[in-house]
């Protein structure tokens, strides 16, 4: 790892790093903030997954969740939304795809699949490498995330059995395989067979009976991608049917800005912190 950035905030340290990943084939860039606990002690793990056009730098500065991560004693890590670099291929003319928009799939379709393997570099390979490197306690970790990071947030909880202790999610693509985001991205990166696509859909794998987690979601009624792409209503029928504990707080007059974000940051923070110390 290259250390790149490290800036004091909160009584702890926000770090920025780059590394050479192994899934993604390229350099990679993520952050982490440190509390103040840790100079003393390892701690807990909260991972931050990013939206359509963000990198690693958005959550960091436009959501203020480092000072609450301060005063709860615990760690936020904050990868990047895609593979970078001139190598990784992309669609400069659409926001959508490509770069900045990896979906957090693992890409099986030429020309994306040799760097586009976002669902490994987020749950399996940064991870490690955070574990490893930082004082962080392994294994002890919760995952949250927005937009297409609430997306990403969803699956990786709902795919990865235990290994999450819990998961949250600010205006999450909740059912990928109909929205038009979800469409473009997983038609390029998994291919025409739309039962590929259900791997990745969080509404999908609650109704393949994937085991649930409890959820915790936020969203803006003045969203105004709530009803061309969001569907939280789908994954809250889906979980409802199975018994499954969703909370979905629609909160109204909020959009789907980090003014949003900024607003509830705390309050997901605190949840995740009483999971991750129980």
Request: glycine share 8%; with cysteine; proline share 6%.
């Amino acid at each position: 790892m290259k250390l790149i950035e490290r800036i004091k905030e909160s009584g702890g340290w926000l770090n920025r790093y780059q590394h050479e990943s192994v899934v993604c084939q390229c350099t990679m860039t993520f952050s982490v903030y440190l509390p103040p606990a840790a100079a003393t002690e390892k701690v807990p793990t909260v991972y931050w997954l990013s939206g359509l056009t963000c990198t690693d730098d958005n959550a960091r500065t436009k959501a203020g969740a480092q000072r609450y991560a301060a005063e709860l004693g615990i760690a936020l890590v904050f990868p990047d939304t895609s593979p970078r670099g001139e190598d990784v291929p992309d669609k400069p003319d659409r926001y959508d795809l490509g770069k900045g928009a990896g979906f957090y799939v693992n890409a099986t379709q030429a020309p994306w699949s040799t760097h586009y393997q976002m669902y490994d570099y987020v749950t399996a390979e940064l991870p490690a490498l955070v574990e490893a490197n930082f004082p962080l306690l392994p294994g002890i970790k919760s995952i949250s995330g927005h937009s297409m990071g609430g997306h990403g947030a969803l699956i990786c909880a709902l795919k990865e059995k235990g290994a999450y202790r819990s998961v949250s999610a600010f205006a999450p693509i909740c059912h990928p395989s109909i929205a038009p985001w979800g469409e473009g991205c997983f038609g390029a990166y998994l291919g025409d067979d739309r039962q590929t696509w259900t791997a990745y859909d969080a509404t999908e794998l609650v109704k393949s009976g994937s085991t649930l987690i409890p959820l915790l979601i936020d969203q803006g009624t003045d969203d105004e991608f709530l009803a061309e792409q969001l569907f939280p209503q789908d994954l809250q029928t889906a979980y409802a049917a199975r018994g499954g504990n969703i909370t979905l707080r629609m909160q109204p007059g909020y959009d789907h800005s980090y003014h949003f974000i900024a607003s509830f940051i705390g309050e997901h923070l605190a949840y995740h912190a009483k999971a991750l110390k129980a």
